[in-house]
């Protein structure tokens, strides 16, 4: 019974945008402490899947549990609050709110959402900002730091709705090769701390490094799904050794 | 100077009645400002529903107010509502007077035609908002109504702040057509003291220097607050 244990529970999830089938029946289940990374050509549904797991986008068939949410059964935003509790989303642009400072940025929603304690609130957004490096930022606006700065800043305003469970989608895409790095890094000890991540990414060599699983997706479709060593040194279908040899 | 006689200016009946004037205009400035930003807020949030009879109903309101002559819809206000036979008792004199007075209908009349121009101006605000950051509100669990008063609203503010400049300017200046329906404005005073004066030429020099000096002290205020919510790196702060 390890598929009713995993944390993450997706079940034949089937999404369509008007005629266009874009997730054409996408299992998946990630357990506890995993780092599950998805690839997969541009247009596959990665990221489609990733809205549909914290409810951002309503499902047309199949069954999506996080935790004890049932996603698909949650009708309203109201009813998705305590989902937002458990999932946090990084995306790809780092879309931090403009009006607001970087400390800002991340003690606003654990106030106005959770209605957590202002004080409590402040002392884990300072915390966080340290932990990404970005301890003597506090107080500059988004658009004074840097898109590798901005995309900590939205890594720790993730992080202080204290998940149990992380999507990143793409967050080093828009970024440029020295940026990259000190994302990933930032990434890297979430995983390390034993944090649930899916990570959508491009960034092969890193996914090979943080993965326990990756998943290559295709046309809507989880076409395999494996360790990252199995699944890059051995791929098993022709569609993922072609898309392999394309990208590495 | 210029054979322009002012001595009238020197009597304190007159000169009362110019502060009251002003101070009358500047309360309906204010006033209807105040809802016609609000008026402004809601209808553009009204329309970010996407609501099939909502949009209707909205978009209807906008193009009456926004295409007709705001002295007609004041006039039209005042017949419509005063008609109503809406009577209450002053507490004061203890005589039956209009619910909804001269000023009032002003006020509501000038309101409604502010508010229909500024849903315009907040919603094509509210198109610049990239969709990242309505979808970043939305993942945090920020509910339709917390998202549109704690991040779009005032994101969408500061890029609609000039052509608000704008509207404002504009109901302003409309407040003068309060004199039509007997509101004791400053405009209404003008007509008081040129009537009794004979100056008219005078009084409407100087009514007009005060026009100019509080609409200019409105611009002012309003580029003050623009530069203020600048914000660095974003819009005009870039
Ligand atoms: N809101 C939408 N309406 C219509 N079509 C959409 C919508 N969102 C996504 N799509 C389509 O669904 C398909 C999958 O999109 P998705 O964003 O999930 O791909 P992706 O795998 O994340 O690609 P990329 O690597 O380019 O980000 C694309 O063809 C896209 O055009
Ligand atoms: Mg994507």
């Known amino acids: 019974m390890k598929r009713s244990e995993a944390l993450i529970e997706i079940d034949n999830i089937h999404k369509s945008f008007g005629d266009f089938e874009v997730l054409k029946g996408i299992s998946l289940s990630v357990n506890e402490g995993e780092a599950v990374c998805i690839i997969g050509p541009s247009g596959s549904g990665k990221s489609t899947v990733l809205r549909c797991i914290n409810g951002l986008l309503p499902i047309d068939e199949g069954f999506i549990r996080v935790g004890n949410h049932r996603v698909h059964e949650l009708r309203s935003e109201k009813e998705m609050r305590p989902l937002r509790h458990q999932v946090s989303m990084v995306f790809q642009q780092y879309n931090l709110f403009p009006h607001k400072t970087a400390l800002e940025n991340i003690m606003m929603a654990p106030i106005q959402v959770l209605g957590h304690e202002r004080a409590e609130v402040e002392d884990r957004a300072r915390k966080l900002l340290e932990k990404v490096r970005l301890g003597n930022k506090a107080d500059s606006y988004p658009g004074m730091l840097s898109g590798g700065q901005q995309q900590r800043v939205a890594i720790a305003r993730a992080l202080a709705m204290q998940p149990e469970v992380i999507l990143f989608d793409e967050v080093t895409a828009a970024l440029d090769p020295e940026t990259v790095k000190e994302v990933l890094l930032t990434i890297r000890e979430l995983v390390d701390d034993g944090l649930t991540c899916i990570l959508v990414t491009h960034e092969m060599k890193f996914a090979r490094e943080v993965a326990d699983r990756v998943c290559f997706t295709d046309r809507g479709l989880i076409v395999e799904n494996a360790p990252p060593a199995d699944l890059f040194d051995n791929p098993q279908d022709p569609r993922t050794r072609e898309f392999l040899g394309q990208v590495l | ?238």
Not at chain 2, 1 to 16: H, I, K, R, T, V
Not at chain 2, 62 to 71: A, G, H, I, K
Not at chain 2, 102 to 115: N, P, R
């Open chain 2, 1 to 238: 100077m210029f054979g322009l006689d002012y001595s009238w200016l020197a009597d304190p009946a007159y000169q009362n009645w110019l502060v009251t004037g002003v101070i009358n205009t500047l309360e309906l400035a204010a006033l209807s400002s105040s809802v016609a930003i609000l008026i402004g807020m809601l209808g553009a949030l009204g329309l970010s529903l996407r609501v099939f009879w909502l949009d209707a109903l909205i978009e209807f309101f906008v193009e009456v107010f926004r295409n007709t002559p705001p002295l007609l819809q004041m006039l039209f206000a005042y017949f419509t509502l005063s008609t109503l036979g809406l009577k209450t008792t002053d507490p004061v004199t203890g005589l039956e007077v209009p619910l909804l007075s001269a000023f009032a209908c002003a006020c509501i009349s000038l309101s409604l035609f502010g508010g229909a121009l500024a849903i315009e101006a907040f919603r094509s605000g509210l198109e610049t908002m990239p969709k990242a950051i309505t979808e970043a509100g939305r993942s945090l669990g920020y509910s339709r109504w917390a998202r549109f008063w704690r991040i779009e609203v005032p994101i969408a503010s500061r890029v609609c702040l000039p052509s608000l400049t704008n509207i404002l300017t504009n109901l302003f200046k409309t407040t003068s057509q309060a004199s039509v329906i007997t509101v004791p404005e400053l405009m209404y005073y003008a007509g008081q003291i040129y009537n009794d004066t004979f100056r008219t030429l005078e009084v409407m020099i100087l009514i007009l220097i005060i026009y100019v000096v509080l609409v200019s002290i409105l611009s002012y205020g309003m580029s003050r607050l623009e530069a203020y919510l600048t914000l660095p790196g974003y819009g005009k702060g870039q």
